[in-house]
């Protein structure tokens, strides 16, 4: 199994930045700004921030940003979406420079997001996801302006998403969408329901023991290669990144002492490339940015020795969300 090759992971994430046009970048290009907030996170986590310039990095980020409306694009030149303004709010506050925004501009381009029933639509095409849920409340309690939405009717919504198994859709009643989406959403719908119950102050609405039984349910026990590691179905194939979504889930509920920290700790640390760096999916896959930082932070999330701690609700390092919140 080995150590954690933090060194090896900071080269990488570094190395990122300069093969802007290889096909990794390419398929990416959409979503750069979350690639930046991923990267970056990384790097902080691992006491490396410093290895960056953070001038370089926010004059990036605001082009990015639309003043028309107060949204951010995923790349320069791209629409704004609520998907990409979190990821731009994130970098900002994780080097301490939230005041270069026009917090009254973003907040109102959220808040314009929010529908009548209490959903959020991600951009003005109005697709709705509590996926957008998530964001919005996250983005606006990092601006401390939550009072800019219905607070009360935004929770409602998502409580109104919850399934029979304790678990939470998409949209009310949508476990049932099908297809390969699936195997990748269930957790992740689950982690943005119950961060954003979490930052309401609203998780009283959850069923704690039925959530978190299932969410146990997903850790492989087979002792083969992938032993430790968490599936999102039953039957499906463990991921590294689904470390983060049920980790951070099982923590705001009070039950990751339900999880075997070791074993989840062994699978991640199995599927670094130990060579260049990187994490990937699961054991001898390509590593890629996403999947090294949800296995770095799934990895703090455990308390493993030598990382910053991360906020399971915000996804920011703990030192981060207490400078927002406590000025310290
Ligand atoms: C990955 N996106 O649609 S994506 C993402 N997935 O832009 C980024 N685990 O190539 C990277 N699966 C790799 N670097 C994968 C982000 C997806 C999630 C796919 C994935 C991860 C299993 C199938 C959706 C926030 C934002 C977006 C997502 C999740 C959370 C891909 C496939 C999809 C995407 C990008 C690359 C295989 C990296
Ligand atoms: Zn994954």
Known sequence: MGELESDK?????????????????LLMEHLR?????????????????????PDEVISWVMKCYHDDCGGFGGNIGHDPHILNTLSAVQILALFDRINVLDAEMVSNYIAGLQNEDGSFSGDMWGEIDTRFSYCAICCLSILHRLNKINVEKAVNYIVSCKNLD????????????????MLFRGEQDIFCCVGALAITGS???VDRDLLGWWLC???????????GGLNGRPEKLVDVCYSWWVLSSLIMIDRVHW???DKLTRFILNCQDKENGGISDRADDAVDVFHTYFGVAGLSLMEYPGLKSIDPAYALPVDVVNRIFFGK
Request: with cysteine.
């Open 33 to 53: 700004i979350n690639g930046a907030y991923w990267g970056l996170t990384t790097l902080d986590i691992l006491h490396k921030i410093s290895a960056v310039d």
């Open 203 to 205: 998780l009283h609405h």
């Open 217 to 227: 349910e997903r850790q492989c026990n087979d002792g083969g290669p992938n032993d």
């Open 9 to 25: 992971h900071v080269e990488y994430i570094l190395s990122i930045e300069k093969k802007k046009d290889d096909f990794d970048a």
């Open 259 to 261: 999880i075997d920290k």
């Open 166 to 181: 304790g678990g939470f859709g998409c949209t009310p009643g949508g476990e049932s969408h099908a297809g390969q989406s």
